[in-house]
């Protein structure tokens, strides 16, 4: 059912050497590779379809409309959005989470009302609202951990005030691998009147999200991430919140009427699309969203934890290991240091045998000081990776430390 070998054939990149010695992927929390039918659709829709989204009376423009609407369609039923009206197309999580600070902020936050993050978020999540902060005044309050990488729910709850609006939460740490309690937190921010937001970067692409369940206000995430192309993301809003929202950008595909005394904007979703989209990206994304499903999230999801389980077994193996994020259930990430090798040595090392690891401190310097570092060595897993790239891997640590 899940046949290793054969899925890696979709992948032709991970065929391929590098200094003569079989690539071993393992920087996949960076980015994705792609299978071949993802490649193709973009290929075959520049060769083929290839026109202006809707605008067009000609068959040609018609056609592409219908691949990117059909797309915007998929991506509702991927995440079981209620309607294709709540699922925004933008260039990725970044601009996602940027998209909400701007205009969520607009309508919803004034001086004074704060905004609740983690210590364990991505720059991504962090930056916008510090922006947000020094055009409005926001307040920004931070959930801390426990050393194993948990959150400190009880600690979360004494956050909030009545001027709590938004919690906005990584459901993976990027770093750490931790599942954050999503589901839950987000009915305590409810409680207390507050929206919540999921930054699904690190979870849409590992395992069923689903934003009806999770009852999420808003969800994040990235195609490049999911095996789709770079350069489309995804902002999942409850509808009547972006009815509220004003736009983010202006221009063409967002409007419904412009004179120069007063323009009206289109409805949902195309308030928040302002100029030609990544039409190609969002059939490309649609065609990985249906090659995951094909393989099915739950086995991908089992595939994965199976692998990072024997990763973090075979880490703790190598002498001088220090692992981040040692929590049950925890994701597809493993972060480490060996000993007080620099995490750039080590990655360079490892590249010279063929491995692709991330080093440094992983768009989340506030966690890498929290844990008392400036940077930590990074693998993180894909549907593709094999035990056997697990094995390679803690063989190359070891070498490396036999060096130092
Ligand atoms: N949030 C998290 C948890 C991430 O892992 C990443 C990417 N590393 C981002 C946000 C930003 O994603 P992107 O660069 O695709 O916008």
Redesign the pocket.
């Given at each position: 059912m899940y046949n290793l070998e054969e899925i890696r054939q979709d992948f032709p990149i991970l065929g391929r050497q590098v200094y003569n010695r079989p690539l071993v992927y393992l920087d996949n929390?960076?980015t994705t590779q792609k299978p071949r039918c993802v490649v193709e659709a973009i290929a075959e829709e520049y060769y083929s379809v290839n026109a202006n989204v809707h605008r067009g009376v000609h068959y040609l423009s018609q056609q592409a409309t219908d691949l990117h609407e059909d797309a915007r369609n998929r991506v509702k039923d991927f995440i079981n959005a209620r309607s294709a009206a709540e699922v925004v197309f933008t260039r990725?999580?970044?601009?996602s989470l940027n998209l909400v600070a701007a205009s969520f902020g607009e309508a919803f936050l004034k001086e004074g009302d704060e905004v609740i993050l983690s210590v364990m978020e991505?720059h991504?999540?962090i930056v916008p609202w510090q922006l947000l902060r020094e055009r409005k005044g926001i307040v920004i309050k931070v959930i801390p951990m426990d050393e194993v990488g948990n959150l400190c729910l009880d600690v979360y709850e004494t956050l909030f005030s009545e001027r709590t609006k938004l919690v906005c939460v990584?459901h993976v740490s990027?770093v750490l691998g931790t599942v954050n309690p999503v589901e839950e937190m987000a009915r305590t921010a409810h409680k207390y009147g507050a929206f919540f937001l999921v930054?699904g970067?690190?979870s849409v692409p590992h395992f069923k999200v689903d934003v009806q369940q999770l009852n999420c206000d808003f969800l994040t995430f990235?195609g490049?991430?999911v095996y789709g192309p770079t350069g489309i993301?995804v902002l999942y809003g409850r509808e009547e919140l972006l009815e509220r929202m004003p736009p983010y950008q202006g221009g063409g595909e967002m409007i419904a009427r412009v004179t120069f005394e007063h323009t009206t904007y289109e409805r949902l979703p195309y308030k928040f699309e302002a100029g030609t989209p990544d039409y190609v990206g969002s059939h490309a994304l649609a065609v990985a969203l249906d090659y995951v499903t094909r393989l099915g999230m739950d086995n991908i999801a089992a595939h994965e934890r199976e692998l990072t389980r024997y990763a973090m077994k075979r880490m703790r193996e190598i002498d001088s290991m220090k692992l981040y994020g040692e929590t049950v259930g925890k994701d597809a990430v493993v972060a480490f240091n060996v000993g007080d090798i620099h995490p750039l040595d080590l990655g360079t090392l490892l590249d010279r045998l063929g491995i692709a690891i991330r080093t440094g401190h992983h768009?989340a310097q506030p966690l890498m000081a929290r844990c008392g570092v400036e940077g930590m060595a990074r693998a993180s897993f894909a549907l593709y990776n094999t035990k056997e790239e697990v094995d390679v891997l803690v063989e190359g640590i070891k070498r490396v430390s036999r060096m130092f």
């Open positions: 929390a960076a990725g999580t970044t601009e991505h991504s999540n990584a990027n930054d970067a690190q990235s490049h991430k993301g768009c």
